[in-house]
T-cell receptor, first 114, second 115 residues
Framework: AQSVTQPDIHITVSEGASLELRCNYS??????LFWYVQSPGQGLQLLLK??????LVQGIKGFEAEFKRSQSSFNLRKPSVHWSDAAEYFC????????????FGKGTTLSVSS | DAGVIQSPRHEVTEMGQEVTLRCKPI?????LFWYRQTMMRGLELLIY????????DSGMPEDRFSAKMPNASFSTLKIQPSEPRDSAVYFC?????????????FGPGTRLTVL
């Protein structure tokens, strides 16, 4: 069965420091992978997605993620964190066939310290 | 585009009462999804529609939950009777289709509290 694991429940990073949020997936075929961000009181916004091709994916707000099949990982990175990046981040794996829905990880809460 | 619209944003009700959550998907989107978010279980898919037809409702917790999509621009999620364990944030999302590559766009959610 498909599953997504985000090992870190909560991470605190200093403003200006680099960030890496971990995501591991379990999937039998080539996965479709997504990162969403949820700001307090808001819905989820797509940061980036990976379907195929270049394993380094660029997203909005300066985020990028790298797909590593050998490690079953899709970690999210940002070189310099801003205070406005404080939010909850969700990794998701897409359906194994058309007509089904995303499976989300439990999320990682990012706090940014000044 | 206004994005996915959900109402109400907050709902507080007493156990046993009927609760109706509403969703207006993005115009032109043919697929609509209802998710529930709790601390314990995270984000879970409840049901989704394609072209107004329910495709998979296996995530609906029990018969107290029902969802309808009478037309392409409106969907409801109803809980009757409500219970305290139904307290959660309910999200509606829409996408162009159910293609694996289509992005799901989420609404702001409805925070439901059942006392």
């Amino acid at each position: 069965a498909q599953s997504v694991t985000q090992p870190d429940i909560h991470i605190t990073v200093s403003e200006g420091a680099s960030l890496e949020l971990r995501c591991n997936y379990s999937y039998g075929a080539t996965p479709y992978l997504f990162w969403y961000v949820q700001s307090p009181g808001q819905g989820l916004q797509l940061l980036l997605k990976y379907f195929s091709g270049d394993t380094l994916v660029q997203g909005i707000k300066g985020f990028e993620a790298e797909f590593k099949r050998s490690q079953s990982s899709f970690n999210l990175r940002k070189p310099s964190v801003h205070w406005s990046d404080a939010a909850e981040y969700f990794c998701a794996v897409g359906p194994n066939q058309a007509g089904t829905a995303l499976i989300f990880g439990k999320g990682t809460t990012l706090s940014v310290s000044s | 585009d206004a994005g996915v619209i959900q109402s109400p944003r907050h709902e507080v009700t007493e156990m046993g009462q009927e609760v109706t959550l509403r969703c207006k998907p993005i115009s032109g989107h043919n697929s609509l999804f209802w998710y529930r978010q709790t601390m314990m279980r995270g984000l879970e898919l409840l049901i989704y529609f394609n072209n107004n037809v329910p495709i998979d409702d296996s995530g609906m917790p029990e018969d107290r939950f029902s969802a309808k999509m009478p037309n392409a621009s409106f969907s409801t999620l109803k809980i009757q009777p409500s219970e305290p364990r139904d307290s959660a944030v309910y999200f509606c999302a829409s996408s162009l289709s159910t293609s694996r590559t289509d992005t799901q766009y989420f609404g702001p959610g409805t925070r439901l509290t059942v006392l």
